[in-house]
Nanobody
């Protein structure tokens, strides 16, 4: 599946932002989906994951309660709603797709076979 992320930008601390990821080429609902991020000089880290039918979600502790992942399989689209953004959320955000069974959430980069190009999110005053 090919993935195209969008929606990043520059925001101030405390603001909200939603990033999106559109899939094409394969049946979107066959894939567990996730968001990762990578800040300069740091390794790529898991942010959030969602199961194929959106019945289960998972979040990194650093974003729990502030970020919400969702998906619309009819529109082949994955979302990440980010609230109360902090400067430490600044990173390139990547969406990813991995083949998995129903109900499973993938949290490791090695479990994902397809990646979007990334979208920059900058949180600064």
């Amino acid at each position: 599946v090919q993935l195209q992320a969008s929606g990043g930008g520059w925001v101030q601390p405390g603001d909200s932002l939603r990033v999106s990821c559109v899939g094409s080429g394969r049946t979107f609902s066959d894939y567990g989906m996730g968001w990762f991020r990578q800040a300069p000089g740091k390794e790529r880290e898991f942010v959030s994951g969602i199961s194929r039918a959106a019945t289960r979600t998972a979040y990194a502790d650093s974003v729990k309660g502030r970020f919400t992942i969702s998906r619309d399989n009819a529109k082949n689209t994955l979302f990440l709603q980010m609230r109360n953004l902090k400067p430490e959320d600044t990173a390139v955000y990547y969406c990813a797709a991995g083949v998995t069974v129903t109900g499973a959430i993938l949290t490791a980069t090695r479990q994902y076979g397809s990646w979007g190009q990334g979208t920059q999110v900058t949180v600064s005053s």
